[in-house]
């Protein structure tokens, strides 16, 4: 896809793990309560298994995980359950190029996917929650119909045509897919700079957006 004129361009609906924030910037240590209470060889789940499953938590939403390894329903309450009575104590900060962002004159709407209580715990350590307009938890077990429907959402209530939107994410298998699906503008922010397949869709900074 090929970008387009983007001068009616309004509103901004971005993504958060590694576009607003670098996600390997929270340390494992911080989910090990979490992921030890699992037990999930007690589920059946192997040694090396439960490896492989802990290593794609950490890089995956859990609905894609849980999905992933065919988590049985009570091992999916239990880490949501367990999660939302989780203090976590992140200890993190956006990318250098966010404030460049907040001096654009967009308005701003945030869809995240994840579970609940730690997508909330990331915005809040961020201290990024008065920065939009709309905040969009996309988590498979409370917000039925994924980012496709949330840019639904934002466009029905905000009232939004669909050119007046930009869609801003670093992952083409989430809300690149969705805002391509929904014909939305969109951006990838590749700041390894490894998406070659978005040549014409693409930055490396939110600075790249002028």
Not at 106 to 113: D, I, K, N, P, S
Not at 116 to 132: C, H, M, N, S, Y
Not at 198 to 209: A, G, K, M, P, Y
């Amino acid at each position: 896809m090929y970008m387009r004129d983007l001068s009616a361009i309004s509103t901004l609906i971005l993504d958060l793990d590694d576009t607003i924030f670098p996600t390997r910037s929270i340390s494992p240590a911080h989910f090990r309560e979490l992921f030890d209470s699992m037990e999930f060889e007690k589920y059946g789940y192997s040694g090396t298994t439960t490896r492989q499953i802990i290593a794609d938590l950490w890089r995956l939403p859990m609905a894609d995980v849980a999905q992933m390894y065919k988590f049985p329903e009570e091992l999916v309450r239990r880490y949501h359950t367990t999660a939302s009575r989780t203090d976590f104590q992140f200890d993190i900060s956006p990318y250098a190029d966010y404030s460049y962002l907040l001096n654009l004159t967009y308005h701003r709407h945030l869809v995240t996917t994840g579970t609940t209580p730690v997508q909330e715990k990331k915005i809040d350590a961020l201290g990024i929650r008065g920065d939009f307009g709309r905040i969009i938890i996309n988590d498979p077990y409370i917000f039925d119909g994924g980012k496709l429907h949330c840019f639904e959402t934002i466009l029905r209530e905000e009232k939004l045509e669909r050119e007046e939107v930009l869609v801003i994410g670093d992952n083409p298998d989430s809300e690149i897919a969705a805002a391509i699906q929904a014909n939305l503008p969109y951006l990838i922010i590749d700041r390894s700079l490894n998406a070659p397949d978005f040549d014409n869709n693409r930055i490396s900074s939110f600075t790249d957006l002028t």
